[in-house]
């Protein structure tokens, strides 16, 4: 008995040390115990014609925001990062969205010959100037297309592609160009792509496209990577071995930043003259990060997760709203930098769901002073003074 007793006390002590050392500060990253704030969330309106929108672009210039949009329904069904793997449930018929916040005009874009029948299923987006035509823009779109006819999504996951297509700003239609695949793209989630139209990086947000293991990944597995597409060259890893690659962003002078939706951070990385990428820093955050934008002031903002389990929750059922919120990275120029805090981390939105809900994806217009949140299942865009 008293064998018993200290054997159960040993392990009461051991699970507690686990619980300490592993299970606590996962749930605090997590989110489990976070209080909600109000933040910057009084000047905002919302936009019900843009559901799930889950990735968006700005063009600096005209201030006009490009969005990747499906539905929520959609999205329960059909969401391959998620392991959302019910094919026969997807729209097939995401779009390409404009928006310009002066005017609240709303455009759904056309698209002009993109020939096959395996539809659009949207994810990445990046939206780029063209370096030969100023008026001209090229869009490269994730597309997580079903398996071809006979194959079940559940077993071998998305034949997903990054598809490419030009468009003139301010016009109603894009162009297609290319379709891209490659073994590289596995399970593709973000992308940034170049003004000559013909490359991009794009994140692998897993290992495998499906199955037991990839289900891991939380635990540390560091399975994920970047990859580099040429349209005469092929695709090729640029980095592997990362963990919990999610959103990526350039800067103008080719600094990428990738962020880890798992532990809270954001690598920086640069790209060497063979287009590999090598992390040079790393910036550490309190909460799990999704897509990530830098803004024409340098300055990267992130859409934060504050309550992870709400947000899948979300996920799984979109009229269940979750809490979001924005994050301002810059540099640090404070005093506070000389004793090596080199960025400056400022919460500036959090909102417990009901001016937005479920955000992924945050962009701020730094010269009109306007921030835009939207989500994967999210039921509206969010614009707020920021
Ligand atoms: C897959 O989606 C279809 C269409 O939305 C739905 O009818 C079906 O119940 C779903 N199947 C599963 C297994 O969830
Ligand atoms: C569409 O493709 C056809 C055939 O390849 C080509 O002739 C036409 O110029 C293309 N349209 C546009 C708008 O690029
Ligand atoms: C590249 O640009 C970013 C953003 O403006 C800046 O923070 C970074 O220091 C630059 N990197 C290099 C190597 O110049
Ligand atoms: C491109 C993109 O928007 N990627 C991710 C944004 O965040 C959601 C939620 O975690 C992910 O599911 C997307 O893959």
């Not at 040993?10 to 299970?23: D, K």
Request: aromatic share 6%; net charge neutral.
């Amino acid at each position: 008995m008293a064998r018993l007793t200290s054997a159960l006390v040993l392990l009461i002590a051991v699970a507690g040390g686990l619980y300490q050392l592993y299970v606590k500060p996962l749930l605090v990253k997590l989110g489990h115990w976070r209080v909600i704030e109000a933040i910057g969330n009084t000047q905002c309106k919302t936009v019900p014609e843009l559901q799930a929108c889950e990735k968006l672009v700005l063009h600096q210039p005209t201030g006009l925001l490009y969005l990747a949009c499906s539905t929520p329904e959609s999205r329960v069904a059909w969401t391959p990062c998620l392991s959302r793997l019910n094919a026969s449930g997807a729209s097939n018929n995401d779009y390409v969205s404009t928006y310009d916040p002066s005017s609240s005009r709303i455009t759904r874009l056309k698209i002009k010959n993109f020939t096959g029948n395996r539809g659009l299923s949207l994810h990445g987006m990046d939206v780029v100037p063209s370096s030969s035509n100023p008026s001209e823009l090229f869009v490269y779109l994730v597309n997580h297309r079903a398996p071809l006819a006979g194959q079940p999504a559940h077993l071998v996951g998305a034949d997903s592609s990054i598809e490419v297509f030009k468009a003139i700003i301010g016009s109603d239609t894009l162009v297609h160009i290319k379709t891209v695949e490659d073994e590289v793209i596995l399970t593709p989630n973000d992308v940034v792509g170049y003004p000559d139209g013909q490359s991009f990086y794009f994140t692998n947000d897993h290992g495998e496209k499906v199955g037991l293991l990839r289900e891991l990944d939380i635990l540390g597995r560091a399975t994920t990577s970047v990859g580099y597409c040429h349209v005469e060259t092929g695709c090729k890893y640029a980095i592997r071995h990362m963990r919990g690659n999610n959103g990526i962003t350039r800067a103008q002078n080719d600094t990428l930043y990738v962020t880890d939706v798992i532990n809270g951070a954001v690598s920086i990385l640069e790209r060497q003259r063979d287009d590999t990428l090598v992390i040079v820093d790393a910036i550490k955050t309190d909460r799990g990060l999704d897509n990530i934008s830098i803004d024409s002031a340098g300055v990267l903002w992130a859409a934060g997760v504050v309550k992870v389990l709400t947000l899948m929750k979300h996920f799984a059922n979109p009229s269940i709203s979750a809490p979001s919120s924005a994050l301002r990275i810059s540099l640090n120029t404070g005093p506070s930098s000389f004793y090596g805090e080199k960025y400056k981390i400022e919460k500036v939105f959090e909102d417990d769901g009901n001016i937005a809900s479920g955000s992924t994806s945050v962009v701020h217009d730094a010269e009109r002073g306007r921030l835009f949140l939207h989500g994967l299942s999210a039921p509206h865009l969010t614009v707020c003074k920021a």
